[in-house]
């Protein structure tokens, strides 16, 4: 456990040191807004003279994710390296009264990650250990600086795996705090499900724990559910700093497959019939004929160009055949044609990894309108090639798409399935959600962070910044 002994030395470090806050003498002016150097200095006296950066690259290249929405860049960037100097930078933010926006990895898509009213960014990628794992139970307690594949890496000897799995190779945390999900949902649910316990420094650099310090327990009727609160808080209600995070086995058998379909209809229905018929299907997965084209040519395919199942199967050899028996006896039935399979690690990798890159294979698509989803569990997305130097057409896209949303919450669903709320979708949040609960949310919010710092304009602030390009969406 050579990562808990660098976790345990690096905290001894940082709790051996003198915390200065010094006020203001002298001022930097960054991006048009203005910045104590007494600040800045106790932000150095803090993380130390690499741990904060003024520079425009570093800046900016915090100030976005990977969505539509145009870089908001902080004017500073910090780099803490333990729970300790979070807090500390926290309070030195709260008694400054400047807002403080975490950052994971920034392969978001909602523009969670934009300081759209300036502020400090908590840049968290040095706090990066695996601290805690209990095979014997299934647990692991990781920093906002692990990512789900080096964690799947470190636990490669163990038999056990994270199988929650949004594509992007993003920060476990930072899954958390947009309650992310992805392929293996459909099995093994989605972050709210798998999250146990967090440990999260709020607003004025007070540390929580969500389910008790250092507590693991797999099922708690204790209090109130503080950990799903924070769940999907998208870095409005606190900095996530630790996650304890519920582990599987790893399967004795995979195997994944692909069929096409005559049409839509008919792969949505094998889908339907297929959960119904109880299979305990690990992933499956949905591409439209507009997509798996993408896909083909993105990736060096040669799949039919129709709409399409992506399949995988987990499970014991025995148990796996009956899955795979039933499965297609039920796709055939529909006109599904034959399964291609792919049996060995390697070539299942690259299936998955042609699935994960629609979202790229869509960006070189123009023009074109293709459709994934999560069909296993009520999720799609619908992907629009947009020209964003053409106001007409972005005007267009985003009636669009407020049409396409309206359309899933008159049917009962949601706005978003995944990846959050972000800026695009704060104003069709307070539709789904009505006034009594966005009250209730706003009385959270002034509870846990009374003056707004964390993350503002962010989740529950409809009409600010970023409301007219939401271009990607998800629906249940």
């Known amino acids: 456990m ?23 003498y002298s001022s930097t002016v960054i991006s048009g807004k203005t910045v104590e150097d007494g600040v800045l200095s106790s932000f150095r006296s803090i993380c130390g003279e690499d741990g904060v950066s003024l520079g425009q690259a570093v800046r900016e290249q915090h100030g976005k994710d990977e969505s539509v929405h145009r870089c908001c860049p902080p004017d500073v960037v910090v780099f803490p390296r333990c729970v300790e ?55 692991v307690t990781v920093e906002p600086g692990v990512t789900r594949k080096a964690l799947n890496a470190y636990l490669r000897d163990t038999g056990l795996w994270f199988p929650v799995d949004p594509g992007a190779d993003a920060s476990l945390c930072g899954m ?6 992805g392929t293996n949902a459909v099995r093994y649910g989605t972050m709210r499900e798998n999250v146990l316990n967090l440990e999260v420094v709020l607003a004025d650099g007070s540390v929580l724990h969500t389910a008790g310090k250092g507590r693991r327990p797999r099922k708690t009727a204790a209090g109130y559910n503080l950990t799903n609160l924070l769940v999907g808080s998208e870095g409005t209600l606190g900095i996530i700093t630790k996650t304890t995070l519920r582990l599987y086995g790893v399967p004795e058998a995979t195997a994944s497959a692909v069929c096409s379909f005559p049409s839509v209809q008919a792969a949505v229905d094998s889908t339907v019939q297929v959960l119904q018929a109880g299979v305990p299907i690990a992933r499956i997965e949905f591409l439209d004929d507009v997509m798996i084209d ?18 995988e199967f987990h499970g014991s050899e025995r148990s796996l055949e009956e899955q795979v ?16 399979w792919a049996r060995d690690a390697e070539t299942r990798s690259r299936l998955w990894k042609a699935r994960h890159d629609a979202w790229y294979a869509s ?11 999560h069909v296993g569990d009520g999720n799609f997305h619908c992907v629009m090639v947009v020209n964003p130097d053409d106001p007409d057409e972005l ?12 359309r899933a919450l008159a049917m009962d669903g949601t706005c978003t399935g995944e990846h959050g709320v972000g800026l695009g979708k704060r104003s069709l949040l307070c539709e789904e959600m009505g006034d009594p609960a966005m009250r209730a949310m706003q009385s959270v919010k002034e509870a846990l962070d009374p003056l707004n ?15 007219a390009q939401q271009l990607f969406l998800h629906l249940d």
């Not at 100097?85 to 898509?109: D, K, N, Q, W, Y």
């Not at 958390?176 to 999900?181: E, I, W």
């Not at 028996?325 to 291609?340: M, R, Y």
């Not at 710092?453 to 409301?467: A, H, I, R, S, T």
């Open 294 to 311: 993408a896909c083909n040519r993105f990736s060096s395919l040669n799949y039919p160009v129709t709409p399409t199942l992506f399949l």
């Open 453 to 467: 710092l964390m993350n503002p304009g962010k989740v529950l602030q409809p009409g600010g910044p970023g409301d």
């Open 176 to 181: 958390a705090a947009t309650s992310a999900s």
């Open 363 to 373: 960006l070189a698509l123009r023009p074109g309108c293709p459709i994934a989803g």
């Open 85 to 139: 100097e979070v807090s500390a930078l926290a309070r030195v933010c709260h008694s400054h009264r400047l807002p403080i926006i975490p950052f994971g990895t920034g392969t978001g898509l909602e523009g969670g990650v934009g300081a759209v009213k300036g502020g400090v960014c908590f840049s968290l990628r040095k706090m990066d250990a695996v601290l805690d794992l209990h095979p014997e139970d299934f647990d």
């Open 395 to 406: 005007h267009r896209v985003h009636l669009f798409t407020q049409r396409l949303a309206r």
């Open 325 to 340: 028996s039933t499965t297609e006896e039920i796709t055939q039935s529909n006109g599904g044609a034959d399964f291609q």
């Open 2 to 24: 050579w990562q808990s002994s660098a976790a345990a030395g690096r905290l001894l470090l940082c709790s051996g040191r003198s915390w200065l806050q010094l006020r203001g």
